[in-house]
């Protein structure tokens, strides 16, 4: 029997992807120059790119420290050495340093990029009364279906196995999500459309295993219209629908993917490698003085130790011997510390990941000057928030269909238009960006209402926060009338007279 399809796709054409790979040096350096006759036209000559192959599973290999490079015997062996006692050669354990640069450049460059809520506005030049509640409503479900948790762990899981995506899925009238990625297990293909470029297809590939202990392989795969789950079977190994082909009631495929050249810290990957082997290298030699090495010249030496062994008298009868301790050569501590703090700023640099500066006690900078400081990072969100914008785009279309769908609201998700953006943080003084925002609303140049906004994105105020104030405005007018008119009534009741001239009568 045929192996169904979706989207005119099988699974085993489905389970293609493109391999990651980085460029590697090409085996001619220099080619000879060639004659050209003036207003002659010469082809382009076909020059391949070399390249190696890398795996998600390098990438994950990178990021934990316990499977450095530095920690495999063969990339840095242990020396052999021959003991004359037992008479036979014997490895000597060197030491092994390995740091967690792949994890603190991640966790900088995240910060910097989603430190701040995601922003979100209207676009509309005049939004009116009911766009302005709908993006109320929109910003409640965000915040209660904990969207802003399903974009950080994707950009973390893109991060460090340089792909990943968000699926929305409608379960008994409810909108949810799930992040995949490879760190839990799960292996991406996507297929797009060629010309438009939009996702049209997406397998997943995972494993599950039953009480048994039996595992068996599973391929869940979405198109833009139907959801539909393969299992391998035991006995031919070929894939077999599990269930039905189900809609899924989302408008195109219900996934956003992204998809990366590499994990965050690509760039400083041989740099960390090279100091790891530095500092192990380091560590091996202080280690050899750690302890003074005590060595001898002469005749015949009477060596007095306490139980130990610490040598605590030593006699000889040679008027020439001379003892002493050996010492390290001079000046080698200082220029193999340099080399690192070197190759450790450089690392950081290539990553675009800001080492935080030290700051003297009772120091006050403003937050220009602190921008300043961190303005790599800074620079490397403002980017990346632009390469994320398309992926973003996609998880709120997604959001804003399930999420009125599922409050029978379905009618008002087409005319609201709602633009969400990634905003890069960087340290700042709180009483700076207040002011700041007071000192715009009182120039005329921001209204209260932006204000609000800015100030909901930056931590301060609910989702509402508007309409609070107008409804805040109104109570106050409301109450203050009352108070006019029973200040009016009290007043007619102790001077009439003066009250009906007042009237008119």
């Given amino acids: 029997m045929q192996t169904p399809m979706i989207g005119l796709m099988t699974p085993l054409q489905i389970l293609r992807k493109t391999p990651f790979s980085v460029p590697i040096p090409g085996a001619i350096q220099a080619q000879a120059g060639i004659n050209v006759p003036p207003g002659g036209v010469t082809a382009m000559p076909i020059d391949n790119v070399a390249r190696e192959l890398k795996t998600q599973a390098d990438f994950i290999r990178e990021y934990n420290i316990t499977s450095h490079n530095i920690n495999y015997i063969k990339y840095y062996p242990n ?4 003991n004359k006692k037992s008479g036979k050669y014997q490895a000597k354990v060197r030491t ?10 991640k966790t900088k460059r995240i910060t910097a990029l989603l430190g701040n809520n995601v922003g979100m506005k209207l676009i509309s ?23 802003e948790v399903a974009v950080q762990r994707a950009i973390e899981s893109d991060y460090i196995t340089a792909d990943t995506a968000v699926c929305f899925y409608m379960k008994e009238g409810k909108v949810n999500w799930r992040t995949f990625s490879y760190l839990d297990g799960d292996v991406l293909y996507p297929h797009f459309d060629p010309f438009t470029g939009d996702l049209a297809l997406i397998g997943r590939l995972y ?13 869940d795969v979405w198109d833009t219209r139907n959801v539909v789950h393969y299992y391998q079977s035991d006995e031919t190994q070929e894939w077999k629908v599990d269930g039905d082909v189900v809609p899924h009631g989302f408008p195109g495929c219900p996934v956003a993917y992204h998809r990366s050249i590499g994990p965050v810290w690509a760039a400083s990957q041989p740099l960390i490698e090279s100091y790891e082997l530095g500092i192990s290298q380091f560590s091996e030699n202080n280690a050899a003085y750690a302890l003074r090495i005590l060595y001898t010249l002469g005749g015949d030496f009477e060596l007095m130790t306490t139980t130990d062994g610490t040598p605590t008298r030593i006699d000889s009868v040679d008027p020439n011997a001379k003892v002493g301790f050996l010492e390290p050569a001079a000046g080698a501590d200082t220029s193999f510390a340099k080399e690192l703090e070197i190759k450790e700023k450089n690392i950081m640099r290539g990553s675009f990941a800001v080492e935080t500066p030290e700051i003297k006690s009772g120091a006050d ?25 398309i992926f973003l785009d996609r998880i709120c279309t997604l959001f804003k269909h399930g999420y009125f769908l599922e409050n029978n609201r379905q009618n008002e998700a087409e005319g609201f238009r709602v633009k969400t953006y990634l905003d890069p943080f960087v340290f700042m003084s709180e009483a700076d960006v207040i002011n700041a925002i007071q000192q715009l609303v009182a120039a005329g140049c921001l209204s209260r209402k932006t204000a609000t906004e800015i100030a909901y ?13 107008i409804q805040e405005a109104h109570d106050e007018l409301v109450a203050s009338q009352q108070a006019e008119a029973a200040a009016a009534t009290q007043e007619t009741k102790q001077n009439p007279v ?3 001239r007042v009237n008119g009568k």
């Fill in 96 to 105: 092994r340093i390995a740091i967690g640069f792949q994890e603190r450049i």
């Fill in 207 to 219: 494993t599950t295993e039953d009480w048994d202990g039996k595992r068996q392989n599973r391929l």
């Fill in 457 to 469: 994105n930056s931590g301060y105020g609910t989702a509402d926060e508007w309409d609070r104030i």
């Fill in 125 to 147: 030049g005049k939004p009116t009364k009911k766009q302005t509640e709908n993006l109320a409503f929109f910003r409640g479900g965000w915040e209660e279906k904990n969207v």
């Fill in 79 to 82: 020396p052999i050495e021959f």
């Fill in 365 to 389: 900078m403003s937050s220009r000057t602190v921008k300043m400081l961190f303005a790599d990072s800074y620079l490397k969100a403002l980017e990346e928030s632009l390469e994320y914008q």
């Fill in 498 to 500: 003066a009250a009906s």
